[in-house]
């Protein structure tokens, strides 16, 4: 049993600095930064689990676990975030737009973003060898209260069993795309066999949370040091 029954989930998006035209720069955190999060929460003495290790709370838990999870998986994500996650024997989970894999994010462009390329199939292998776990973010990031419920329901199974099929183990892990669920769409989620799942109310996570929708702690292009460490403690506070 963990001491603390409480573990912060922290959402990135993209860790390196925003292309120009960004229509969301604080989405991407200079990896500077993010070097100095790591290294805060190292030293502050948090472990990273990995979220679908985070749901039974009952391995031998480090005493402060932490939960490092990045949505739509960008390129840069192999490029900037592996290498420090690795620097710290740390691990994440990254949650893929499915028919965004080697691609671009289409979804943002066609709201008039800059276009920014994918994690192709042999980066995502090589960070799954590395200790990364994979979650779904659906087939193409979708508004899942908003499409008909047979588009949200092949979103949501659809896409785990192609990941199964690309990652060669189970996907037990999934984050509604904006954060947009209602409990027609979680009941969706527990159908198509998901453990657990993100949404994105502010706290950290506790044992007695409904884990279909965990809440998480986003993480911005704006918060130095000072502010990281604020948010982490604000999210701990909330969830006692
Ligand atoms: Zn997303």
Known sequence: MS??????????HKVGNPPRGARVPGQCVSPGLFAKHLSWLARAGYETVSLSRLRAWDWPP???PVVITFDDGY???????LPALREHGFTATVFLVVEGIGGTNTWEVAAGDVEEPMLSVEQIREMQAAGIEFGSHTLTHPHLTEVSPERARREVAASRA???DLLGRPCATFAYPYGDWNQEVREMVAEAGYAVACGTRRAAARPEDDAL????INIRRYNVLPRFRYKLWQAERRAR
């Open 3 to 12: 001491t603390r029954r409480l573990a912060p989930i922290l959402l990135y």
């Open 62 to 64: 480090p005493e402060k």
């Open 75 to 81: 390129e840069c994500l192999h490029r900037h975030a």
């Open 162 to 164: 192609r990941l199964e």
């Open 213 to 216: 929708v965990l809440p998480r």
